[in-house]
C-alpha cells in the first residue's frame, strides 16, 4: 500500500500480532530487558490510615478519564466530606503518576476517597491512562484490597463520539450523550439508554465491567459521548442526569459549589487554549 | 481460567469430557473470529462461562448475537465459552487481540484448561496471509487443515476421504533446495505454537485455516465455516449446487456496520 509520500507502508494486521515476535527466541539480555520494563510499569496502590484487612466496600464509584473525574469532583467531592484514602503510582508511555494528593483537574493522577460518614463508600478519580499492559494489575490490586459482599460498582468514562457506531453518520448526532452497559447482577434502574451493538467499550472501564461480570458483582458503566477530547464544562456535566441515581443521589453537593467548581475548569481549559493574548 | 456463569453447577459446570472445543485464533482478516461467531449464532447457543484471562486486551459490548429486545441486554466480554451439550460441542470466542508478550502465557493457560476439562479434541479455526503462498499454493483450493499426531490415527482416513489438502512444509531457507522444512503460518497468530505444544503434549488437535487477506473477510469465514461444516455437519449441508452456501448459516446482529457509520448528507 503506497501512501500520499509514495513509500510503501504495509497494511497492519487487524489480528494485532507481530510475526517477527514470535519467530525470534528470546535472548537472555532480551528477557533482561524485559524483565526491568515490567518491574517499571508495575502498579502500587498506597492505601492511607486504614485498618489491616480487606476494606468494607458498598459503593464504589470509579470515574475514569479528566471529564468524569471533574464531574465527580464539581458535584460530589470536597474536602469536608471526603477523605484522601488511597493512591496508585504508576509509569507508561504517555503518564506518570506520583503519591502526592495535591492535584490540579488538569494533571494526571489515581486517587481514592472515603466518605467520612460511611466509610464502606469509596470514590476514585482516574484521570491518567491505564495502559493495557497494567489495567490487569490495576483490577487486581484495587479489588483486591476490597470485600466484594454487598459491593457494587459505577464507573463513569467518556470516548470520542467518533468512535460510535450508528447508521446515521455522527455529525448529525447531539453530543454529548450518554450510554450504559450492566453487569447481569446489577438490577437497578439506568440513568440512559443502553449501549446497543455493535458498539463496545475499551481500556480500563472495560476493564473494570469485564472483572464485574465474571466475578458477579452488580456494576454499571456509563460512557458520555463526546467530541472534546480536552476538559470540557458541556462533557462534564452531559453525566448529570447520574445525580439522580440510586448510588449518587444522596451524596450530591450543594448546587452552589458545583457551578463554582464548574467555573473553575471553564477558567483553568480557557487559560491554556487561547494562544493568541 | 476457565470461570463457569453458573456458580451452581458445582464442578460439572467446568468438565467437558468427551467434547470438541472450537476455538478461534486471532489472525489475519480475522477469518476464525468471524466463523467462530457463525457457529454460535446458527446453533444458538448457551455461553456457560468466561475464559477469564489478564493476556487479551479487555473489551465489553451487549449480547453480539442478540435476536430481540430481551436478550440484546446481556453483557459479553472478551473471551466467553458457550457450548451445546446435544452436540458435545463447546466453543471458545476471542474478541480481542493479545497484550504484547502475552501469547505464549495464553497459549499455556489454554491447553491446561483444555486438558483439565477432559476435551476430546480441540479445532483451531484459523487463515494465513495470501501473499505469502507460493506458486503451487496459488493453485486450487485455499483451504488447509493440520492434524497432530493423536488425532491423524483418529480422522486422518476422514481427511482423505474428503479430499481435503494438508498445510504444506516449507523450506526453512527459501531458495536453498536442501534445507529441513517447517511449519510456517503467517499471519495465523498463535496457531503455530498452539500446534506444536498440542503435538508434544499430546493432545488431539486440529487445524482448519484459509489463505486471505485483509478486506471484507465475510465470504472468507463462510467458506472456512462450511469446510470445518465437511468434517464436523454441525449443520445440514446445502447440496453441492446450491448457489446459496451461506443461506444455512445465521448472521450475528453485532456484524453491522463493520465498515463504518452512515454518511453525512451534507456531503452530497
Redesign the interface.
Known amino acids: 500500500m503506497a501512501t500520499f509520500f509514495g513509500e510503501v507502508v504495509v ?1 497492519p ?5 507481530d ?1 517477527e515476535e ?1 519467530e525470534r527466541e528470546e535472548t537472555p539480555e532480551d528477557r533482561e530487558i ?1 524483565r526491568e520494563l515490567e518491574k517499571k510499569r508495575e502498579i502500587e496502590v498506597l492505601w492511607s490510615g486504614l485498618a489491616q484487612g480487606p476494606l468494607a466496600c458498598s459503593r464504589f464509584v470509579v470515574a475514569i478519564g479528566r471529564n468524569a473525574a471533574a464531574f465527580l469532583s464539581s458535584f460530589i467531592l470536597d474536602s469536608v466530606c471526603w477523605e484522601v484514602v488511597g493512591v496508585v503510582k504508576l509509569w507508561n508511555e504517555w503518564c506518570r503518576t506520583s503519591s502526592t494528593t495535591n492535584v490540579l483537574p488538569t494533571d494526571s493522577f489515581c486517587l481514592f476517597y472515603r466518605l467520612i460518614s460511611d466509610p464502606t463508600v469509596l470514590l476514585c478519580q482516574c484521570s491518567c491512562y491505564v495502559a ?2 497494567q ?2 494489575q490495576w483490577l487486581e490490586k484495587v479489588f483486591g484490597s476490597m470485600q466484594k459482599e454487598g459491593l457494587q460498582v459505577t464507573i463513569l468514562s467518556t470516548c470520542p463520539v467518533a468512535d ?9 448526532l447531539a453530543s454529548p450523550f450518554l450510554k450504559a ?4 447482577e446489577f438490577q437497578e434502574q439506568v440513568c440512559c439508554p ?11 472501564p ?2 473494570v ?2 472483572y464485574c ?4 458483582i452488580p456494576a454499571v ?1 456509563y460512557q458520555c459521548y463526546t467530541d472534546v477530547i480536552k476538559l470540557d464544562t458541556v462533557t462534564i456535566e452531559a453525566f448529570k442526569p447520574l445525580l439522580s441515581s440510586e448510588v449518587l443521589k444522596s451524596l450530591v453537593k450543594d448546587a452552589s459549589e458545583s457551578t463554582k467548581m464548574l467555573k473553575k475548569f471553564l477558567t483553568a481549559t480557557e487559560s491554556h487554549s487561547n494562544i493568541y493574548i | 481460567m476457565f ?1 463457569p456463569c453458573d ?1 451452581g453447577g458445582g464442578p460439572a459446570a467446568s468438565d467437558f469430557k468427551g467434547f470438541t472445543l472450537l476455538m478461534p485464533a ?5 477469518v476464525g473470529q468471524l466463523a467462530v461467531d457463525l457457529v454460535i449464532s446458527t446453533l444458538d447457543m448457551t455461553k456457560v462461562g ?1 475464559f ?1 484471562t ?1 493476556c487479551l ?8 448475537y ?1 435476536t430481540a429486545e430481551e436478550n ?4 459479553s ?2 473471551a466467553e465459552v458457550y457450548s451445546v451439550p446435544s452436540k458435545k460441542l463447546v466453543v471458545l470466542q476471542i474478541r480481542s ?7 505464549r502465557p495464553f497459549c499455556e493457560a489454554l491447553l491446561s484448561w483444555v486438558k483439565g476439562s477432559r476435551c476430546a479434541r480441540v479445532v483451531v479455526l484459523s487463515s494465513s496471509h495470501a501473499y505469502q503462498r507460493d506458486d503451487e499454493q496459488l493453485l486450487g483450493t485455499p483451504l488447509r487443515y493440520l492434524l497432530t499426531p493423536d488425532l491423524e490415527k483418529a480422522v486422518g482416513g476422514l481427511m482423505q476421504e474428503l479430499n481435503w489438502k494438508e498445510m504444506e512444509k516449507v523450506a526453512a531457507y527459501p531458495g536453498i533446495s536442501d534445507t529441513d522444512k517447517v511449519l510456517h503460518i ?2 495465523g ?2 496457531t ?2 498452539l500446534f506444536t505444544e498440542s503435538c508434544s503434549k499430546g493432545i488431539q488437535m486440529a487445524v482448519l485455516l484459509k489463505f486471505c487477506s ?1 478486506g471484507d473477510n465475510i465470504p472468507d469465514a463462510f467458506v472456512l465455516v462450511n469446510y470445518l461444516n465437511e468434517w464436523l455437519q454441525l449443520v445440514k449441508s446445502e447440496s453441492n449446487n446450491s448457489t446459496d452456501s451461506s443461506s444455512q448459516w445465521k448472521i450475528p ?6 465498515f ?7 456531503l452530497f
Not at chain 1, 13 to 17: P, Q
Not at chain 1, 194 to 204: A, C, G, K, M, T
Not at chain 2, 97 to 103: C, D, G, L, S, V
Request: charged share 20%; proline share 7%.
Open positions: 497494511a494486521s487487524r489480528a494485532g500480532l510475526e514470535e524485559r493495557e499492559d489495567q490487569f460510535y457506531k450508528t447508521q446515521e453518520s455522527t455529525l448529525t452497559l450492566k453487569t447481569k443502553l449501549l446497543e451493538q455493535p458498539n463496545i467499550v475499551r481500556d480500563l472495560a476493564a465491567l469485564s461480570q465474571v466475578w458477579q458503566l | 470461570v456458580r486471532v489472525s489475519v482478516g480475522n468466561y477469564y489478564d486486551v479487555p473489551m465489553v459490548g451487549n449480547n453480539p442478540a440484546s441486554t446481556e453483557l466480554i472478551n487481540p493479545f497484550i504484547k508478550n502475552k501469547y503467517p499471519g497468530g498463535i503455530k505454537l485483509e446482529s453485532s456484524w453491522r456496520l463493520l463504518g457509520n452512515g454518511l453525512p448528507p451534507a
